[in-house]
């Protein structure tokens, strides 16, 4: 992607991918971007505690998509599913990359989004580029330094729906 006017061209060493459960994702097209940039993968699939939480609430339901029925909502085969879909991700990722020429890592992280991408970047990969859950990975991107970054303002850029290049501070 072109850099936009008066920005130079950023060497990105990172991408940050999240995946998270029910989101679009297009893992081919994230492991193409990545070697392309050759940039190390992080592949992050983010359990949402939220929706763990409201698994287990006596009232929460679900309605299945072939009955169109409701039934309880069952948090272990809830687990089950995500775990499932998380090894789906791992597995079309490991297709789309060679390991032995390409860096990545697959992770699982329980907990809120903000927080969990939260704690990948603050792994000191910079520049890096981030792509939220769904976000198709040549978006037009969104340039913020990493200083710039409190809780409030990664969860605005991960609502805005577009990938975010993150610079050193």
Same mark, same amino acid.
């Given at each position: ?54 698994? *287990?609430?006596?009232?929460? *339901? ?46 699982? *992280? ?60």
């Amino acid at each position: 992607m072109a850099p936009e006017r008066g920005q130079e061209e950023v060497a990105v060493r990172r991408i940050v991918a999240c995946f998270a459960p029910g989101s679009a994702v297009a893992p081919a097209a994230i492991a193409e971007l990545a070697k392309e940039m050759q940039a190390e993968l992080l592949g992050l699939f983010i359990e949402d505690i939220e929706l763990l939480r409201f698994a *287990a609430l006596p009232f929460a *339901a679900e309605v299945g998509y072939a009955s169109a029925l409701p039934r309880a909502l069952d948090p272990g085969s809830l687990e089950r599913a995500l775990r499932r879909q998380a090894d789906s991700l791992r597995r079309a990722l490991a297709a789309a990359l060679d390991p032995t020429s390409h860096s990545w890592t697959f992770r699982v *992280a329980r907990g809120a989004l903000a927080e969990s991408v939260a704690a990948a970047l603050d792994e000191g990969y910079a520049p890096s580029l981030l792509i939220p859950p769904g976000v198709h990975p040549r978006g037009t991107r969104l340039i913020v330094r990493r200083a710039d970054l409190g809780p409030t303002e990664l969860r605005a850029i991960m609502a805005a729906a577009r990938p975010v290049l993150i610079l050193p501070a």
